[in-house]
């Protein structure tokens, strides 16, 4: 009998050796390997066509798109939980006079959107801010204003802006506003893009396009003064998206057809530079940090940069243009990149494209084999508890658990193992002191023999790292 689960053991371990193995050439690829390709077809609750303008994704499986058909005046913000699989409607509008004009969404269940209503007689527009606290399934007007309403930007929890012909700002989740800018009464120049760094810091773009007039504002006091930073002979009068990558680091895409460029300042806005220039327009960008930014263009060609934007490199997706390009590129909390195509098009990244700080207090492992043995890799940072989910002590198999304190004082743990007949508790690994800066082994065989063998750590002062490790005697 354990002859036969020996044999199974090993038999296990080649299939994860090749399992892992897949697993490295996929994500090492290029092209698709990279990216998942999908396409939003069918739309349940929706029944007229759009034209998708705005991703504004969640995490890896869950985001909301924005979009409407310009020959007439529907509208709608639709969802995903599945990757980009299936989409359900969560706000559709089929009027003239009633327009959906953006959304923000703080997760699956938060989301703020605004709307301009026209009067059937052209004599009012009023501006309409709309919120939702269940996914999309019911929505609350929330504030409403005298003219235009184009952007929304939700920070958290309480902070929005919203922005139009005036830019207005809550601080207690929507039950209170206050208006902070007005355009000039003379010209029509309406905020159609805003966004923030924090509750403190936004860029608002004023102006219309292929107009006169073209303006950025920055404020860093939460809105109490805006100071315009930029104007119509540096911006080339068109600008369409906006990247915010801390204080003093914007990135801004912007003009014509022809000659399309991509500025960025790193002073707050006090200077410029163009980074690049190329044909198609460039729709929308991206920035995941100072260093690192996507951009997407109208030809359904997407760039990358990981030097400031010194130099930006193309991502080998794998698309055929057919007409019809990019229109949104936007980054989840998870790091994982959405690109949105005016089609319906949706360019998802397979993994998350950044390094992150684990949510969870115990980092994932990632299996690692070698010939005869058996381990587990990936812990970025101490934790108070860790739960090694894998093990096992018959059948020639060995199992030892590692526990690093890095910290400069001596740490105590209490070590447990959940195994296929319950939880088995000694007293000589209840508060077992691991020195500062220092490592200690534990053979579980010398505690515990079953094929089924997790473990539990519990540090009691202080935080640990701990590891599994596994050996086959064959």
Same mark, same amino acid.
């Given at each position: 009998?354990?002859?036969?689960?020996?044999?199974?053991? *090993?038999?296990?371990?080649?299939?994860?050796?090749? =399992?892992?193995?897949?697993? +490295?050439?996929?994500?090492?690829?290029? /092209?698709?390997?990279?990216?998942?390709?999908?396409?939003?077809?069918? *739309?349940?609750?929706?029944?007229?066509?759009?034209?998708?303008?705005? *991703?504004?994704?969640?995490? @890896?499986?869950?985001?909301?798109?924005? /979009?409407?058909?310009?020959?007439?005046?529907?509208?709608?913000?639709?969802?995903?939980?599945? /990757?980009? !699989?299936?989409?359900?409607?969560?706000?559709?509008?089929?009027?003239?006079?009633?327009?959906?004009?953006?959304?923000?969404?703080?997760?699956?269940?938060?989301?703020?959107?605004?709307?301009?209503?026209?009067?059937?007689?052209?004599?009012?527009?009023? /501006?309409?801010?709309?919120?939702?606290?269940d996914g999309g399934k019911n929505w609350s007007e929330q504030f409403r204003c005298r003219g235009e309403l184009l952007c929304v930007c939700a920070v958290d929890a309480d902070t929005v802006w919203v922005a139009g012909t005036s830019? &207005?700002? #809550?601080?207690?989740?929507?039950?209170?506003?206050?208006?902070?800018?007005?355009?000039?009464?003379?010209?029509?120049?309406?905020?159609?893009?805003?966004?923030?760094?924090?509750?403190?810091?936004?860029?608002?773009?004023?102006? =219309?396009?292929?107009?006169? @007039?073209?303006?950025?504002?920055? #404020?860093?006091?939460?809105?109490?003064?805006?100071?315009?930073?930029?104007?119509?002979?540096?911006?080339?009068?068109?600008?369409?998206?906006?990247?915010?990558?801390?204080?003093?680091?914007?990135?801004?895409?912007?003009?014509?057809?022809?000659?399309?460029?991509? +500025?960025?300042? =790193?002073?707050?806005?006090?200077?410029?530079?163009?980074? !690049?220039?190329?044909?198609?327009?460039?729709?929308?960008?991206?920035?995941?940090?100072?260093?690192?930014?996507?951009?997407?263009?109208?030809?359904?060609?997407?760039?990358?940069?990981?030097?400031? @934007?010194?130099?930006?490199?193309?991502?080998?997706?794998?698309?055929? &243009?057919?007409?019809?390009?990019? #229109?949104? *590129?936007?980054?989840?909390?998870?790091?994982?990149?959405?690109?949105?195509?005016?089609?319906?098009?949706?360019?998802?990244?397979?993994?998350?494209?950044e390094r992150r700080e684990e949510e969870s207090p115990q980092p994932p492992q990632r299996v690692v084999l070698r010939e005869a043995a058996h381990d587990s890799l990936g812990a970025t940072a101490p934790a108070s508890k860790w &739960?090694?989910?894998?093990?096992?002590?018959?059948?020639?198999?060995?199992?030892?658990?590692?526990?690093?304190?890095?910290?400069?004082?001596p740490a105590h743990v209490n070590i447990k193992f959940q195994t296929s007949t319950g939880e088995k508790v000694f007293p000589q690994l209840q508060g077992v002191e691991i020195p500062s800066k220092s490592r200690r082994n534990f053979?579980?065989?010398?505690?515990?023999?079953?094929?089924?063998?997790?473990?539990?750590?519990?540090?009691?002062?202080?935080? =640990?790292?701990?590891?599994?490790?596994? &050996?086959?005697?064959?």
């Amino acid at each position: 009998m354990k002859k036969h689960s020996l044999v199974l053991l *090993v038999c296990i371990l080649v299939v994860c050796m090749l =399992v892992y193995l897949g697993e +490295f050439v996929f994500s090492q690829g290029s /092209g698709n390997n990279k990216w998942e390709i999908l396409e939003i077809q069918k *739309v349940e609750g929706l029944d007229f066509e759009c034209q998708w303008y705005l *991703v504004e994704p969640v995490d @890896g499986a869950s985001a909301w798109v924005w /979009g409407k058909e310009w020959n007439r005046g529907d509208s709608a913000i639709i969802r995903t939980d599945d /990757g980009g !699989h299936t989409w359900q409607a969560r706000l559709a509008e089929r009027d003239d006079d009633y327009r959906i004009e953006d959304i923000s969404a703080l997760d699956k269940n938060i989301a703020w959107a605004v709307a301009t209503v026209e009067e059937p007689d052209l004599s009012r527009t009023t /501006g309409l801010v709309l919120k939702t606290v269940d996914g999309g399934k019911n929505w609350s007007e929330q504030f409403r204003c005298r003219g235009e309403l184009l952007c929304v930007c939700a920070v958290d929890a309480d902070t929005v802006w919203v922005a139009g012909t005036s830019i &207005y700002k #809550t601080t207690d989740g929507g039950k209170n506003w206050a208006e902070q800018w007005q355009q000039d009464s003379d010209a029509y120049m309406p905020v159609s893009l805003i966004k923030a760094l924090d509750d403190r810091v936004a860029w608002a773009c004023a102006g =219309v396009a292929n107009e006169e @007039g073209l303006n950025l504002l920055k #404020t860093v006091d939460g809105g109490s003064t805006w100071t315009k930073v930029c104007d119509e002979t540096t911006l080339n009068n068109i600008n369409f998206d906006m990247a915010v990558a801390d204080s003093q680091t914007l990135w801004v895409t912007c003009g014509p057809m022809v000659n399309a460029k991509i +500025f960025k300042t =790193v002073d707050g806005g006090s200077s410029w530079m163009m980074q !690049h220039e190329q044909y198609w327009f460039i729709t929308g960008v991206e920035a995941r940090d100072a260093n690192t930014a996507w951009a997407v263009d109208a030809g359904l060609n997407m760039m990358k940069t990981t030097d400031g @934007g010194n130099s930006w490199v193309s991502e080998e997706l794998g698309l055929e &243009y057919d007409g019809v390009g990019f #229109t949104d *590129v936007r980054l989840a909390k998870d790091g994982t990149l959405w690109a949105l195509g005016r089609r319906g098009i949706i360019v998802r990244s397979a993994r998350p494209e950044e390094r992150r700080e684990e949510e969870s207090p115990q980092p994932p492992q990632r299996v690692v084999l070698r010939e005869a043995a058996h381990d587990s890799l990936g812990a970025t940072a101490p934790a108070s508890k860790w &739960y090694l989910a894998e093990g096992s002590t018959d059948g020639g198999m060995e199992t030892f658990l590692l526990v690093q304190n890095p910290g400069d004082s001596p740490a105590h743990v209490n070590i447990k193992f959940q195994t296929s007949t319950g939880e088995k508790v000694f007293p000589q690994l209840q508060g077992v002191e691991i020195p500062s800066k220092s490592r200690r082994n534990f053979k579980v065989n010398d505690y515990v023999t079953d094929y089924e063998v997790s473990t539990f750590v519990e540090a009691l002062d202080g935080e =640990v790292i701990c590891e599994r490790a596994m &050996y086959i005697n064959l």
